[in-house]
């Protein structure tokens, strides 16, 4: 019998260039706490290449992969650099795939907190990863991840400011809902 408790597990998630990397990496640091990669940032550095429609399994079956490896790190507190239901919105997105078999796992997998990175961040083109989109797809991204989240159950909250100050409000929602 397994006894050991899950943690409370944190995903930061919305539209490209929003910071989701970058704090999920501070408070990683701050707070001591395992955090997992994004698989499809992950793919497209190892492969030199833009993501096509079949990759979309690849990638989920890698994502779950990552989050789990960081889940078994810690009883405590996780935090992931966007999870499945990403995957999902990108494969609806990009691919007009509704990704049925990852929306299912994604349920199954879901998190405690969702912290939504608006987009009120500059836009910055990268190459293969961001090739497809641009600054006008945000705000369209955003309410679609937003949508699916709040229709999925899950807890959001929106995190929006610059530099330090985007830093401060993340870490004040994962206060609100973790106060450990």
């Not at 997992?36 to 992969?65: H, Y």
């Not at 995190?159 to 450990?180: E, F, Q, T, W």
């Amino acid at each position: 019998m397994n006894t050991r408790s899950a943690p409370y597990r944190v995903v930061f998630t919305g539209s490209e260039c929003t910071g989701k990397s970058a704090l999920a990496r501070a408070l990683s640091a701050e707070r001591l706490a395992p955090y997992s990669d994004e698989a499809a940032r992950l793919f497209v550095t190892e492969k030199g290449r833009e993501i096509v429609e079949p990759d979309v399994a690849v990638i989920a079956a890698r994502q779950r992969t990552l989050e789990d490896t960081a889940i078994e790190m810690s009883t405590v507190l996780v935090l992931h650099d966007t999870d499945l239901f990403s995957t999902v919105i990108y494969a609806r997105h990009y691919f007009g795939n509704n990704a049925n078999e990852v929306l299912a796992s994604a349920r199954d997998r879901r998190a405690h907190l969702y912290l939504l990175c608006d987009t009120d961040l500059p836009w910055q083109n990268e190459p293969l990863q961001r090739s497809k989109s641009n600054s006008q797809d945000r705000a369209a991204l955003t309410a679609a991840f937003n949508t699916l989240l709040q229709a999925e159950g899950c807890c959001v909250e929106v995190v929006r400011g610059i530099g330090a100050s985007r830093l401060a409000n993340a870490r004040a929602a994962l206060k609100r809902h973790y106060p450990h």
